[in-house]
């Protein structure tokens, strides 16, 4: 399910704003858009978000804001030297003139400088992690209020499907009629005068008849319907049982139509299949 949270965690000298986005995804793919003085922190962080957030695409931000006033900068002394011995030597080498802006130039290369106020200690990592914590929270709110509106959507097509399934017991004795009425005529135009064994003849229309009696896959069709709502308002992660259940819903609803043999009832069949693969569409947006 997608969703957003947001928080922010103050620490003495700088202000840390936490942001993590979430798309629809089967499994938990998580990017991290950190400076490298957390880095060390990011398994953590994954190992915290996999599990409060379970699946989904998920991005986390952390952007950092420092006081001007506070930010104390420190220079790797030993990292200077060693540039400036290396540079000394070519110059040397090279017989090339005094550079003014040699200094300038050496706090530029890399690691030379580093923010002391970039550091974080472990217990600014309590805090970090508090933060995280809340910012989860949020968006899994997020995912809730997405999940309510889901869950009237899947509560209106079951009920659908229910009374399309219902509307099927006023087509079923209009169907036998024909069939029989049918039959009886195409066993007429074959023979010449008419006669044949009409008790022979009732006991293959009625065994052919129970073939086609859609009975049993109603009852079934109605529990899964029932399973269906349960499931719904149960407490965790239900999206993968609720799949199952659909994937069962479709199996009646598709011998249902392949035993129908009747326009009216292939058009409830149809009406059906339609809101079933709309809750199906859905289902993937559930944990």
């Known amino acids: 399910m997608t969703g957003f949270g947001k928080a ?10 936490v942001e993590i986005k979430a798309l629809n995804s089967k499994y938990f793919d998580f990017t991290a858009r950190i400076s490298s003085s957390y880095k060390e922190y990011e398994p953590a962080i994954r190992s ?10 998920v991005e986390l931000i952390l952007n ?22 290396q540079i000394y030597g070519l110059k040397d080498r090279l017989k090339l003139p005094d550079d003014p802006n040699l200094l300038s130039t050496i706090l530029k290369m890399p690691d030379v400088m580093s923010s002391a106020a970039e550091e974080l200690g472990e217990a600014e990592w309590a805090l970090l992690e508090n ?9 899994n709110d997020f995912r809730l209020d997405e999940g309510r509106v889901l869950q009237n959507d899947f509560v209106q097509r079951i009920a659908l499907i229910r009374q399309y399934a219902e509307d099927l017991v006023a087509f079923e004795e209009p169907r036998i009629a024909l069939l029989k009425a049918r039959f009886k005529k195409n066993l007429e135009s074959l023979t010449e005068d008419a006669s044949y064994d009409t008790n022979r003849f009732e006991q293959e229309l009625i065994y052919y008849i129970e ?3 859609i009975t049993e896959e109603k009852v079934r069709l109605t529990r899964h319907l029932d399973y269906f709502t349960e499931t719904l308002g149960e407490k965790g992660s239900n999206g993968k049982k609720l799949s199952f259940i659909a994937q069962e819903i479709g199996r009646e609803v598709n ?6 043999n009747d326009a009216d009832i292939q058009k409830r069949v149809v009406m059906m299949k339609d809101e079933l693969e709309k809750i199906k569409e859905q289902l993937s947006n559930i944990l």
Do not use: C, H, Q
């Open 211 to 213: 073939k086609l009696d």
């Open 8 to 17: 922010l965690v103050a620490f003495p000298n700088k202000n840390i704003t």
């Open 64 to 85: 950092s804001e420092s006081s001007a006033a506070e930010v104390s900068f420190k220079i790797n002394e030993a990292v200077a030297e060693a540039y400036l011995s």
């Open 48 to 57: 915290l978000l996999n599990e409060l957030l379970e699946r989904g695409k």
């Open 255 to 260: 011998t249902i139509g392949s035993k129908a």
């Open 131 to 139: 933060g995280i914590k809340e910012a989860a929270a949020k968006l």
